[in-house]
């Protein structure tokens, strides 16, 4: 996992317990956290300047502080499985996590302490991979094996959702699913609106599932294994593999927000725009694409590098290039380094940079020659 401060510093997560920091404009390595955890670290999040969060496969997540790397500010006990996702909503100053247990959790870093932050479970759900929050933190999106993605709508974190029952499980048979229309001459599924089932009918915090479309096919299971949301919070980007492990699709949805005729009628329909087959090197292990800054660009793990994808050659913005049917995403140009399969990658905030990591622990620094 890679990540990076206001300060353009990157971060990266490591599978032995460890997290390194590096100046990117000059490549020097700054320094190694060589226990940061007792197991793989699996994600980080700034949540300001100089504070970050780490979570890791011994199911914890870690505060640090810039000025003083040689100990924790804290670490936090909640979870009790593997974590693997971190969020953070600046304005209420709440940090989000998810893990293999299936809940989300809330920290309240106004109240951080040597021995922790208190916290509640906000959220449960059976098979979760990965959570999001949108930019303006209106919204949770939670991705899971079994290709659901749920959305939250109006997000309330300082109420709870957990009542000890699982949304999916509740919808059963009556979730609604994808619909997908085929073009006659692709077996691509089109653009054609996704439905889906309102779970809760308060005004915050309510939960729809939604089966999105993918081209791996209507009769082939699948599962979302990576998760980011689009900048301006209109589209998400999911990493899809079939459970038969023998294909993998990166896909864009869009979200198309609408006036509620029921109580129980959706909030929103999602739609397949872009789509793109990917190498399915290394199946079993998750890559994790990511947008531009701003949005007009995907960066992909491909094979022993990655693929700069657009929505069209000229790079224009996603909703410039919206059609009827869903469209392949086009390769912008592809950047190949590592003697390994690429499993993450990230595009600077503040530079025209891009890192990638790879299963064999490089990490490549990308950019462009004038």
């Known amino acids: 996992m890679l990540s990076r401060s206001h300060r353009s510093l990157l971060t990266v997560a490591c599978e032995l317990s460890e997290v390194l920091l590096f100046d990117p404009i000059s490549s020097k390595h700054i320094k190694t956290l060589s226990e940061a955890h007792e197991n793989c670290v699996n994600n980080i999040r700034f949540l300001d300047d100089r504070l970050f969060a780490t979570c890791s496969d011994d199911f914890t997540v870690a505060l640090w502080d810039l000025r003083k790397l040689n100990s924790k500010v804290c670490t936090l006990q909640g979870h009790t499985s593997w974590v693997k996702n971190i969020e953070y909503d600046a304005n209420t100053r709440l940090l989000v996590t998810s893990g293999f247990d299936g809940n989300v959790i809330i920290w309240d870093t106004n109240r951080c302490t040597e021995d922790g932050c208190p916290h509640k479970t906000f959220f449960h759900t059976r098979l ?3 959570m999001r929050l949108t930019p303006d933190c ?7 094996s079994s290709g659901h993605l749920l959305i939250l709508h109006d997000l309330d974190l300082a109420n709870s959702l957990d009542d000890g029952s699982d949304p999916i499980i509740r919808a059963g048979s009556t979730a609604w699913s994808s619909h997908e229309v085929t073009s006659p001459n692709s077996s691509a599924p089109t653009a054609a609106g996704t439905s ?16 999105p479309a993918v081209p791996v096919g209507r009769h082939r299971g699948y599962c ?5 949301v689009h900048p301006k919070g209109q589209a998400v ?4 593999s079939s459970n038969t492990d023998d294909q993998e699709w990166t896909c864009v949805h869009e979200f198309i927000d609408g006036p509620q005729a029921g109580p129980l009628s959706p909030r929103c329909a999602i739609r ?4 793109i087959e990917e190498a399915n090197v290394r199946s079993g292990y998750i890559k994790e694409p990511c947008f531009s800054p701003d949005g007009r660009l995907i960066s992909s793990p491909h094979g022993y590098g990655i693929r700069l994808l657009g929505f069209d050659t000229q790079c224009n913005e996603l909703f410039d290039c919206l059609s009827r049917r869903a469209r392949p995403l086009k390769e912008i140009h592809s950047l190949s380094s590592h003697n390994d399969v690429v499993l993450t990658t990230k595009f600077s905030p503040t530079h025209c940079q891009i ?3 790879c299963l064999s622990g490089r990490v490549s620094l990308y950019q462009p020659k004038f």
Do not use: D
Request: glycine share 2%.
């Open 272 to 275: 397949l725009t872009h789509y």
């Open 355 to 357: 890192a990638s990591g």
């Open 237 to 240: 980007l999911l990493r899809c």
């Open 224 to 228: 979302i294994t990576s998760l980011e």
């Open 138 to 144: 209106s919204k949770m999106l939670i991705s899971t």
């Open 196 to 211: 889906s089932q309102e779970e809760s009918v308060s005004s915050r915090n309510s939960v729809e599932i939604v089966i």
């Open 128 to 130: 979760l991979m990965r």
